[in-house]
């Protein structure tokens, strides 16, 4: 990357509901050419009612952050409260809800850079805890690339999704100093 590729990091709202789907769906799409269908699945997010809600109510609560690189909107950030499904922590955090990146600029530092974005807004609130949750199925290659950004694993859980495979998820906590 050179210096003329600066990452910035800006708030994200309403308007930008379908620029989270747009990075959901080209994550999607390279996951399925890998064969990795277990994380999101094998259909787009912007056909799907559920995930389109959640991708409208994510620009709408104040935690979504968009990385861009020049003019480009290349990843995602939604910081906010634990997920239900994800055992409850014991002091103040902040959680990670989502991170994705554009895939045509993997190798850019996108997800570090957000997840170095979002360990600043938990200090600046004042708080020592950052967790993130993630699809600990296949390879486990998710589960180390929050490791390498700091992140320890801690509990594992499994989401029953009726009709479908059990889905494999691994919490992961980062301390802030």
Known sequence: MTDQ??????????????TVL???DSATAWLVARGRTGQWGTEPASTDPRRIAQ???????????????DDAVVGALVVGEATAYVPPATEPEL???????????????????LLGYAAELAR???VGL?????YRGDDRALVRFYEGCGFTATEPFTVDRPGREPWPGQVLERRLG
């Open 5 to 18: 590729q600066t990452i910035a990091i800006r708030p994200g709202g309403r308007p930008d509901a379908a």
């Open 22 to 24: 747009r990075l959901l």
């Open 55 to 69: 991708a409208d109510a994510w620009a709408g609560q104040g935690g979504l952050h968009l990385a861009t690189l």
């Open 95 to 113: 959680y990670v809800n989502l991170l994705v990146t554009d895939r045509a600029y993997a190798g850019h530092g996108i997800g570090a850079r």
């Open 124 to 126: 600046e609130r004042g």
């Open 130 to 134: 950052l967790r993130v949750d993630c």
